[in-house]
């Protein structure tokens, strides 16, 4: 049976290598390899010294996902850190890639820990809705203090390896050859007094006042493991080292069988998968080298922005001067929003404009291998623009509309080349959202569609595939939504109830709440565009707003009233009016009914649209809905919540 471990020596030290593809996970076979590394190694009077380093893009980038939710073989993780620790040759190790969770726990089971300056460590744990198992709480703060620990543990984010040596969880940045410069910094350790095991180190108390802005700091509605783990870390420096260790996988077990972990570890599952689906897995995609966008409204220019964050340079293509004047500048105060918010610098602005080629001529996007639609949400003006695209393009060109709403069959009906045509539904801010739907047409590609899901990649965007229907996943669940959350006004239920319970189950706002902010014009229109064409579409109460001029926070008022600079909603007096004749005096619900009444609802539409074929998988709807409408994470999203799992 293969090792995932191989041993070999150069002088007195050893070297040990771990190969566990793809990201040298923490699996039971290689638990079980370390340790009779450690064994071997301890065995052997002529070694003075071991260096763990691995094989791949990364050091050991945590727990194997695949054993989540089994029970854990022996020798389990906390043994297998303090074996290392215990060792009668000192370990070093030389990370490269990442070391997260567990993977940076056993290298603080080491005595030295060395680095290049790319690579990062952590302790991510709470953002599955756990803490860390296997000393993360109790060494850390024995390793870089106190502070330290508690801002690594109880964000979960990762650290780069230069500040990580400045904090002292790590003891050198190896620049050049790793195993060459770890190799030099053993031969030096051994010749002074090694420091004392992370355990035998001394931690600092602190005081009352320190934990309370601690547990303030640290406090997330909805999320248990951030405040259990300041929990832990402050035992960690009020109780012996055993005790701590004991409580912590205490509390590591506890969590890990909760509902939040559960959530938490279902929507980690469903995002690792998005990017890369099975039916893809043997396709390979286009390359991309240059991409246009048609529009330099706030959407186009969002397009444009996370086109140009990923590296992409982009043709940007607006109807005349002046409107490409406003394109230009809406992105470049896009750009300018993110440097007053400290995520880039002036230099870094003006390298991404540079990137940024704008024109009013159609015969600019020849070179490009994709060009992405952004303009107004009406057939006949995006018709315009592919029948001009068609004209102009590569033949071999991908061509993406941006639509919320209307069926791509009827935008690219007509036009040569349906195969290498794609829905591509970004949100606004779309430099910002997570989500993009990837809509097909029947004719589109599996090499389009490829394309699509390794432009989401590359964008940092989770990829869902969508069906055509009305809406497609999302907007159609949303409207679902906005009409069960007027059919409890229309119920009695008053709206700031509605808005309660729904922010008290999670969501950052309610439902009328966020209409306000987003213009109850918008859907008003699609609305009107609907009945236009014939449609039988209802009244809704959100008509009857727009219709007396309340279009939401842009007009001082839709749902709530606004006062001017302030985005506080009101109740209004003009609201109860408008709608009094609309609405019964039905007996009062408690928020949890009302919440569990409206997530029931997103869950029957997402059922719906699973029997459709709409969507692929329950998790797919979760994902939509987590990251383009607000859905709390460690809910797990609707479909989950509601037992509808994968």
């Not at 109790?138 to 904090?167: F, I, N």
Request: proline letters at 7%; hydrophobic letters at 45%.
């Amino acid at each position: 049976m293969n090792t995932p471990v191989s041993i070999r020596s150069q002088g007195d030290i050893a070297i040990v290598t771990l190969d566990n593809p793809p990201v040298n996970a923490i699996s039971a076979a290689v638990r079980k390899a370390l340790w009779q590394a450690v064994e071997e190694i301890d065995a052997d009077p002529n070694l003075r010294a071991a260096i763990l380093i691995c094989q791949g893009r990364t050091f050991i980038a945590g727990a194997d996902v695949r054993e989540f939710g089994q029970t854990p073989e022996p020798p389990h993780l906390p043994d297998l850190v303090d074996h290392l620790e215990a060792a009668r040759v000192p370990w070093i190790a030389a990370i490269h890639g990442t070391a997260l969770g567990g993977g940076f726990e056993i290298a603080m089971g080491c005595r030295f820990r060395v680095a290049p300056p790319q690579a990062k460590i952590g302790l991510p744990e709470v953002t599955l809705g756990i803490i860390p198992g296997a000393s993360g709480t109790v060494r850390t703060p024995r390793l870089a203090g106190v502070e330290v620990a508690v801002d690594l543990v109880t964000t979960g984010k990762p650290m780069a390896a230069p500040k990580a040596h400045a904090l002292g969880l790590i003891d050198a940045v190896i620049e050049g050859d790793l195993e060459a410069g770890a190799m030099a910094f053993a031969t030096e350790a051994l010749s002074k007094a090694l420091p004392a095991p992370i355990s035998a180190r001394p931690v600092s108390t602190m005081g009352e006042a320190f934990w309370e802005a601690q547990r303030t700091r640290a406090a997330k509605p909805g999320h248990r493991a951030p405040l259990e783990a300041l929990t832990a870390i402050r035992r960690a420096t009020e109780l012996p080292f055993a005790q701590a260790m004991a409580a912590e996988r205490e509390s590591f077990l506890a969590l890990r069988a909760s509902d939040e972990a559960a959530a938490l570890r279902a929507v980690f599952f469903a995002e690792r998968a998005a990017p890369r689906p099975e039916a893809l897995r043997d396709v390979t995609p286009r390359k991309l080298a240059q991409v246009g966008v048609v529009g330099g409204g706030t959407m186009g220019a969002g397009i444009a922005a996370a086109l140009r964050n990923a590296g992409l340079p982009v043709v940007l293509i607006e109807r005349d001067a002046d409107a490409l004047e406003r394109g230009i500048d809406t992105l470049r105060r896009t750009f300018e929003g993110a440097i007053k918010r400290g995520k880039l610098t002036e230099a870094a602005r003006d390298a991404l404009m540079a990137g940024v080629t704008g024109v009013t001529d159609y015969a600019a996007l020849s070179d490009c291998d994709l060009v992405i639609e952004a303009v107004f949400e009406k057939l006949s003006v995006k018709r315009e623009v592919f029948e001009r695209l068609v004209a102009q393009c590569r033949p071999d060109a991908i061509l993406a509309t941006n639509t919320s709403y209307i069926d791509p069959r009827e935008i690219f009906e007509g036009l040569p080349g349906a195969e290498r045509c794609i829905g591509l539904h970004f949100f606004s801010p779309a430099q910002i959202m997570k989500l993009l739907e990837i809509v097909p047409l029947p004719e589109t590609s599996t090499e389009v569609l490829a394309t699509a899901f390794a432009l989401a990649k590359q964008l940092s965007k989770v990829p869902v595939r969508a069906g055509i229907c009305e809406g497609f996943i999302g907007n159609r669940i949303l409207k679902r939504y906005r009409s069960e959350a007027e059919s409890l006004l229309r119920a009695g239920v008053p709206i700031a109830d509605v808005d309660a319970a729904m922010r008290g189950y999670g969501f950052r706002m309610g439902p009328f709440e966020a209409q306000d902010l987003g213009g109850l014009d918008i859907a008003y229109l699609q609305r009107e565009g609907a009945r236009a064409a014939g449609q039988d579409v209802p009244e809704t109460l959100g008509d009857i707003l727009v219709g007396a001029g309340r279009k939401g926070q842009k007009t001082g008022g839709g749902w709530y009233d606004y006062s001017q600079g302030d985005r506080s909603p009101r109740p209004s007096e003009q609201v109860a009016e408008l709608l009094a004749p609309h609405l019964s005096k039905g007996a009062p619900m408690a928020e949890a009914e009302i919440a569990e009444h409206l997530v029931g609802a997103l869950a029957d539409e997402g059922r719906a649209i699973l029997a459709e074929g709409i969507a692929d998988r329950a998790s797919d709807i979760d994902l939509v809905e987590i990251h383009g409408y607000g859905f709390p994470r460690w809910k797990g999203g609707p479909m989950f919540a509601s037992g509808h799992r994968d």
